[in-house]
Structure formats: C-alpha cells, structure tokens
C-alpha cells in the first residue's frame, strides 16, 4: 500500500519569505509520480507541479520548485517570494496504479499555509 | 488549460432525498472521470473512478448503492447521493483526464459541490 505523509499541518509565513512544505512518500513501485496541488478556501484544486520517479532533474513551475530526493523517498515543494496569495491549503499527492489497471491519486493530509504581511 | 465545471455548487437537501452532482469536461472529451469526498479540514479520499461508457469503479469501503456513477458521455459524468443522510455532507470534487485513465498529469478537477443534509 502507498502513503503520502505531510508533517506540518499549518506554518505561518512572513511574505516575500521562501518556504518548504515537506512530503513523504512510501511505495515499493519502481514507476510513480508526485504531484502538488493548491486548494484555496473556494475549494477548488489547482495543479501546481508534477515530478515523475524517473525525471533526472527536479522539477519547477515558475515560483515553484519540486526538491526530489528519490534515496530518501521525498518531494518537497519549494515556493520562493511568497506573496499573500499563496495562502491556501497545500496537498502533496502520489499516482498509483490499482489492481483494476487505472491510475488514481493517494493525497496526503495537507499543509495550511498562511504569508504574513 | 482544461475546464471541468460542476453543478449545483451546493446544494442543502433533508434527510432520505436524492441529490445529483454534474461534472462536465467543457473543452476536451474525458474519457476518465474521478469522484473525491472531502470532509471539512481533511483531505481528499477518492470514491470512485469511471471509464466512459463502462460501470465505475468503487474505492473499498465506498457504498455503490448510494453513491451511483453513471459516466454515459465523454463530456459528463452524474453522481447521485440516495437517501442521503446527514453523515453524507461534504465536499464533493469531480476531476476527468483526457487519456484513458492513463496521464494523471493531464487530470483535471471541478470547482466542488458542497453537499449539506439536514
């Protein structure tokens, strides 16, 4: 069985600050992939960045970084100058495939962020 | 990108009535549509997923009964809460892909309906 762990429930951050929320995952297949989303209060769930298990360099989306350290099974995201509006609910997710042959996503738990001004 | 709608956006129903959640793929043909549950604060936990035109497939645990799937065309998928009962509120978020079940990188989610049962 897979799992997605997110150790920080909430972290508060000064704007124009860089910040790190952390992801931890488990699985014993050789091919997966991980993902961030955003979920603002609305609710919707916005696509941030995707990082396959075998992409040599760590991906980045703009402000957005994905630091992979695939020997220590994390994928961390990496937003520099946080601004206001990046105050949201942070998802870390991982693709797997289910015994019926289709892929779904395992979410972690989430990280409240929230940029002081 | 895609756009994936929903309606209603919420909906407040009493108690052993029947509500139906749309999720339509406004833009691209999804042949693969994902049905998530969302409790308040928590995260997302996956219902079940359903091939176009093929019966959907049910996370354990998940009531099919209750919770029916149908996904009859490539752009619309309807989930319908039956006999619904107060433990049944929640957010409720539909996504579609537009590769068979294959790309999860091109999944696309719905802006969620939030169910209330008084």
């Known amino acids: 069985a897979q799992k997605i762990t997110q150790t920080q429930p909430g972290m508060f951050v000064q704007e124009k600050e860089a910040v790190t929320l952390d992801c931890t995952y488990d699985?014993?297949?050789?091919?997966?992939?991980l993902f961030w989303y955003k979920q603002p209060s609305s609710g919707e769930m916005i696509f941030l960045i995707y990082?396959?298990?075998?992409?040599?360099q760590n991906a980045t989306e703009g402000r957005y970084s994905l630091n992979f350290q695939k020997a220590r099974k994390s994928a961390n995201l990496v937003i520099s100058a946080s601004q206001l509006g990046d105050s949201a609910m942070y998802f870390c997710?991982?693709?797997?495939?289910?015994?019926?042959?289709?892929?779904?996503?395992?979410f972690g738990t989430g990280t409240r962020l929230t940029i002081i001004p | 990108g895609a756009v994936v709608s929903q309606h209603p956006s919420w909906v407040i129903c009493k108690s052993g009535t029947s509500v139906k959640i749309e999720c339509r793929s406004l833009?691209?043909?999804?042949?693969?549509m994902f049905w998530y549950r969302q409790f308040p604060k928590q995260s997302l936990m996956l219902m079940a997923t359903?091939?176009?035109?093929?019966?959907?497939?049910?996370e354990q645990g998940v009531e099919k009964d209750k919770f029916l799937i149908n996904h009859a065309s490539l752009t619309l998928s309807t989930l319908t809460v039956t006999s619904a009962h107060p433990e049944d509120s929640s957010f409720y978020i539909c996504?579609?892909?537009?590769?068979?079940?294959?790309?999860?990188?091109?999944?696309?989610f719905g802006p969620g309906t939030r169910l209330t049962v008084t």
């Open positions: 359903s091939n176009e035109g093929s019966k959907a497939t049910y």
């Open positions: 997710a991982m693709r797997e495939v289910t015994n019926f042959g289709n892929e779904k996503l395992t």
């Open positions: 996504s579609a892909a537009s590769v068979p079940s294959r790309s999860l990188y091109e999944q696309y």
């Open positions: 990082q396959g298990s075998y992409d040599q």
């Open positions: 833009d691209f043909q999804a042949t693969t």
């Open positions: 699985t014993s297949d050789p091919s997966y992939g």
